[in-house]
Structures are given as structure tokens and as C-alpha cells.
């Protein structure tokens, strides 16, 4: 029988035991490389500065509200070569964001995809989804950013093929010109004028913030509809028909606010040496989407593709017994229990595309790294500023896709009870 002396005193503190006691030890080594950190982070900080003293350069950001003197080809918002270098950082970070959402969209839907057909019994299905994703991922990004780069400038027409009576190009469904210059394609349209507010940096359309506050209010009532209804039926066991109420509140008030402001679709146009009207998609930013998305699509196949087969076949076989055909089995069964083990390793593909996004120098799309990184550093030599606020702009982002995609994580993870 094992006892023990409550009543015995405590050994007193000695300094000896913040090594020899193990109840000391772990936060004597934490507290020793903290320090060693802090030193090092301090000596680097001085060592800097002196460098920048002897050079006679001194550490300052005022550069940012210079006159950058260069022009950017891909504008989401209003910008000209007088305006400041802090306005050219913008329009580049809003390229990178644009590049970005575009090539994880594209990069989900071609992952699902391809690894969804890559378990098909079809053997030619099968076998041609397992070529696109080993030659695509096995091949740099860069490669293929730079083979799509040379498909649009050199294997598409310039614009003046499509003029004539007899032009040798043609527009896709009348609306849509692939030229060697970009894709021009039709651009939403206001007839009302509203007018803009001014936030000093970017000017928004009242008009457009009119039609996204009633999407965004029509989809809370839809979902104040849907939540109704499954409360009926928890409570009574008969769920009300809530279809047609949802198509009204969904569509109906959108559709009467566009037509109220006159909505319509400027077509592109040929007119002297180029297309005018409609939007623009040039050439860098289309390589740039089609190799992220189809070289990120193939890791994304693979990801999908294993959560797939961690989910146990008896799930399959319950499905098909109670009369469900393959597609709906694996859209309302796997998939959905699949997403548990999809969403981790998906959030990293989606850092790596949002960081790829700096391969766009390539090609010359101006994204942060070419404006901020690139033109700005070599106009106004603050190498080691430019550096810090890119490296700050990537880090925010990613930490931003990281906190939104982990609530969406933890909202469709297997909750215990």
C-alpha cells in the first residue's frame, strides 16, 4: 500500500531547479530561445539600419504617394500614370484578387471533375482524367502559363481579320472576339445614373450598390423561408412547398430593380484598329487563368479523388439499395461526407494559387508583384520597403482565405453529440 505525506513541507525554490526540475525546465528552454529570437530579430533590425545609414537611404513609405509615371494595361478601377504609387499597388493587388477568385473557381469545378471521372468504371474515361492530371502537375505552373501566353498571342486572330465582308475570324455567338489582343466580351450595364461615392480610392456605383443589397436581402428572406419550413416540419412532420416562395423572393425584386434601372449588355464592337465597348480580358490575364486553374485542377483532382475513397463503401451500397442511381449517390451521399476530408488539404491549394499569383511577371500581367514588387521598386530603389508591404499584403491574404475557408471547415465537419 502506497502512501503520501500531505503534511510533508515543499522543497524551496532554488535557481538550480529551473533545469534539474522538469516542472521548470520546459519554460526555462521557451523563455532562453524566445530571448535568442528576440535577439537575433534585434540584431538584424540594427544591422539594417546601419547598412541603409551608409548607403544614405533612411526607412520610409513616403515614396507611395509619388507620381508613379507608368501605366497599367489591366484596370479593374480608375488609374492613370500621374496618380500615386500607392494607387498603382492597389490596381495590382485588385488584379491579384481578380486572378485569384477566378483560378480557384475554375480549379474547384476542374478538380471535381476530374477526380470524380477519374473512379469511373469507364476505362477510357478513367485512364484519359489520370493522363490530364500527371501531365499537368508534373509539369511548373510557369511552363504552362507561358504555353497559354503563347497560344493566345500567336494561334488567335488580330482584330482586323474580323473585319470585311468577308472576314476569315468570327464573333462566338456574335458577342464574344478572341483576338491576339484579348477577349472582348459583353459588360453589364446601367441606363440610370445614380451616381458614385467617392471613397477616395475607389469610386463605387450607387446603382450597384443598390442591386447587391437587394440580392444580399433577398437571400436572408429565403432563408428565413427555408428555415421556417423545416421548423413546420420538425414540428407537424410535413414539410410546406416552399419552391415557388423561393423563386419569387430570389428573383422577382432583382429582376424589378434591373429593369427599373434600365439594365442592359454593351456588346463589343469593332471600330478603327481595335474592339471598343463591352470588357476586356487581355491576353496576360487569360494565360494566367488557364494555367493556375488547370495545373491547381489537377492537385484538386487528387484531393477530391482520396476523400472519395476515405468514405466506406457501404455508404455506396446503402445508397443503391434504397434506389438511388450512381450520380445522385454520389452527389447527395459521398460527396457531401467527402467534403469532411476535401476541405483541409483544399485550403492550402487555394494559398498556392493566391501565391502563384506572382508568376504573372511572366507574361505581363500586373498584378501586385510586378507594380508594387517590380516597377515601383526599381523607379524609386525602397527595395526593403516595397518588400515588406508585399510580403505583409500576401501574408493578410492568405490569413484571410485561411480564417474564412476554416469557418466553412467547422461548419461542415461531423459534429459530435
Not at 199 to 213: H, M, T
Not at 219 to 244: C, D, H, M, Y
Not at 273 to 279: M, P, R, S
Amino acid at each position: 500500500m502506497v502512501t503520501t505525506d500531505l503534511g510533508a513541507p515543499s522543497e524551496p525554490f532554488r535557481l538550480r531547479m529551473l533545469l534539474d526540475d522538469v516542472r521548470y525546465r520546459s519554460y526555462t528552454i521557451q523563455i532562453f530561445a524566445l530571448m535568442c529570437l528576440m535577439l537575433g530579430v534585434a540584431w538584424l533590425v540594427d544591422n539594417t539600419a546601419h547598412n541603409l545609414a551608409a548607403m544614405g537611404k533612411d526607412y520610409s513609405f513616403s515614396f507611395l504617394w509619388a507620381p508613379a509615371g507608368y501605366d497599367i494595361n489591366q484596370r479593374p478601377i480608375e488609374y492613370s500614370s500621374q496618380m500615386s504609387h500607392a494607387r498603382a499597388a492597389l490596381v495590382g493587388f485588385l488584379n491579384t484578387v481578380i486572378l485569384a477568385a477566378m483560378s480557384c473557381v475554375t480549379a474547384t469545378v476542374i478538380g471535381i471533375f476530374a477526380g470524380v471521372l477519374r473512379l469511373s468504371n469507364n476505362w477510357i474515361v478513367a485512364r484519359l482524367m489520370t493522363i490530364y492530371v500527371e501531365l499537368f502537375r508534373n509539369i511548373p505552373a510557369l511552363l504552362w502559363i507561358l504555353v497559354f501566353g503563347a497560344i493566345m498571342t500567336e494561334a488567335v486572330p488580330a482584330p482586323n481579320a474580323f473585319r470585311g465582308d468577308h472576314p476569315s475570324a468570327s464573333m462566338i455567338f456574335g458577342a464574344i472576339a478572341v483576338t491576339n489582343r484579348g477577349v472582348y466580351a459583353p459588360s453589364p450595364a446601367l441606363a440610370a445614373d445614380l451616381g458614385v461615392i467617392d471613397l477616395g480610392f475607389v469610386q463605387l456605383s450607387v446603382g450597384l450598390l443598390a442591386v447587391i443589397a437587394v440580392v444580399v436581402l433577398c437571400l436572408f428572406l429565403n432563408r428565413a423561408l427555408v428555415n421556417r419550413a423545416q421548423r413546420v416540419q420538425s414540428e407537424t412532420g410535413i414539410r410546406p412547398k416552399t419552391w415557388w416562395r423561393s423563386i419569387v423572393v430570389l428573383f422577382l425584386p432583382p429582376l424589378i430593380l434591373l429593369w427599373t434601372l434600365g439594365f442592359h449588355w454593351e456588346y463589343p464592337a469593332l471600330r478603327g484598329l481595335n474592339f471598343q465597348g463591352g470588357v476586356q480580358l487581355r491576353n496576360a490575364l487569360i494565360a494566367m487563368w488557364l494555367g493556375l486553374s488547370i495545373y491547381t485542377g489537377a492537385f484538386i483532382a487528387e484531393i477530391v479523388r482520396a476523400g472519395i475513397l476515405a468514405i466506406s463503401k457501404g455508404q455506396s451500397e446503402a445508397a443503391h439499395a434504397l434506389g438511388l442511381r450512381p450520380g445522385r449517390t454520389m452527389r447527395l451521399v459521398i460527396l457531401p461526407q467527402a467534403l469532411r476530408v476535401i476541405m483541409p488539404p483544399l485550403i492550402s491549394m487555394y494559398l498556392d494559387i493566391t501565391k502563384n499569383t506572382s508568376l504573372g511577371l511572366a507574361v505581363g500581367y500586373m498584378d501586385l508583384r510586378s507594380t508594387l514588387g517590380g516597377i515601383t521598386i526599381n523607379q524609386t530603389g525602397r527595395e526593403l520597403e516595397g518588400m515588406t508591404l508585399m510580403m505583409l499584403v500576401y501574408l493578410l491574404a492568405s490569413l484571410s482565405i485561411s480564417g474564412v475557408m476554416n469557418v466553412f471547415n467547422n461548419s461542415v465537419k461531423l459534429k459530435e453529440r
